[in-house]
């Protein structure tokens, strides 16, 4: 079991920075693939970035490449999503998702329903 608390959604303006944490409780965290995702009312979930367990290999959406770093702490069972560049379209909920008992250490998951574990999301508005 995992469970997953994010912090440090906020308001900010185009072209600023905020960094996203998301804290895990559970064993499985550091052996667990993090993604993040994001959702406005009436879109569908969307991927952001993915990193393995060991932190080793990243993945992410063409969107944001180049602009966010995911990253993790698996010391101190936390994941991360540094954004830079913050543009408008970058307004949404941001969650963090965990997926767990992986064994390939190239897997991918893109989608909502390959992650089992959820938080409850921090809100991101970029403003002009």
């Known amino acids: 079991q995992v469970q997953l608390v994010e912090s440090g959604g906020g308001l900010v303006q185009a072209g600023d920075s905020l960094r996203l944490s998301c804290a895990a409780s559970?064993?499985?965290?550091?052996?667990?693939?993090m993604g993040w995702f994001r959702q406005i009312p009436g879109k569908e979930r969307e991927f952001v970035a993915q990193?393995?367990?060991?932190?080793?290999?990243?993945y992410y959406a063409d969107s944001v490449k180049g602009r966010f770093t995911i990253s993790r702490d698996n010391a101190k069972n936390t994941g991360y999503l540094q954004m830079n560049s913050l543009k408008l379209e970058d307004t949404a909920v941001y969650y963090c998702?965990?997926?767990?008992?992986?064994?390939?250490?190239?897997?991918?998951?893109?989608?909502?329903?390959?992650?089992?574990?959820w938080g409850q999301g921090t809100q991101v508005t970029v403003s002009s």
């Open positions: 990193i393995s367990w060991s932190g080793g290999s990243t």
């Open positions: 559970g064993r499985t965290f550091s052996s667990s693939f």
């Open positions: 998702a965990c997926a767990a008992r992986i064994s390939l250490p190239d897997w991918v998951g893109t989608r909502p329903n390959q992650y089992g574990y």
